[in-house]
């Protein structure tokens, strides 16, 4: 059985920086593309980043370019979001999810696990 947990989440002010979490059990890492998505209140789980299976390949959402880095530590079985220069409008829970598959991808129905997310509160 594939898990994913994350962690991290929690509130900071604007402008503060966040480094979420997400350890993977159950499949082997190194094989996986890993993800991060979030979602506001009321609003559709978005994209914020894609990282490749040995990490070489990432894409990011406009909105993060630039402030957000996505990581990964296949020894850990591990992917990190780090978050800088967070504004209000980053307020979400975040989650992270797995891709059996090679391609990094941007879309939610692309990815087949999912974790059951953390909070990340912006406060102006």
């Known amino acids: 059985q594939v898990q994913l947990v994350e962690s991290g989440g929690g509130l900071v002010q604007a402008g503060g920086s966040l480094r979420l979490s997400c350890v993977v059990s159950?499949?082997?890492?190194?094989?996986?593309?890993m993800g991060w998505f979030r979602q506001a209140p009321g609003k559709e789980r978005d994209f914020v980043a894609v990282?490749?299976?040995?990490?070489?390949?990432?894409k990011y959402a406009d909105s993060v370019k630039g402030r957000f880095t996505i990581s990964r530590d296949n020894a850990k079985n591990t992917v990190y979001l780090q978050m800088n220069s967070l504004n209000p409008e980053d307020t979400a829970v975040y989650y992270c999810?797995?891709?059996?598959?090679?391609?990094?991808?941007?879309?939610?129905?692309?990815?087949?696990?999912w974790g059951q997310g953390t909070q990340v509160t912006v406060s102006s």
């Open positions: 990282i490749s299976r040995y990490g070489a390949g990432t």
């Open positions: 999810a797995a891709d059996r598959g090679t391609l990094i991808q941007s879309d939610v129905s692309a990815y087949d696990y």
């Open positions: 159950g499949r082997t890492f190194e094989n996986t593309v």
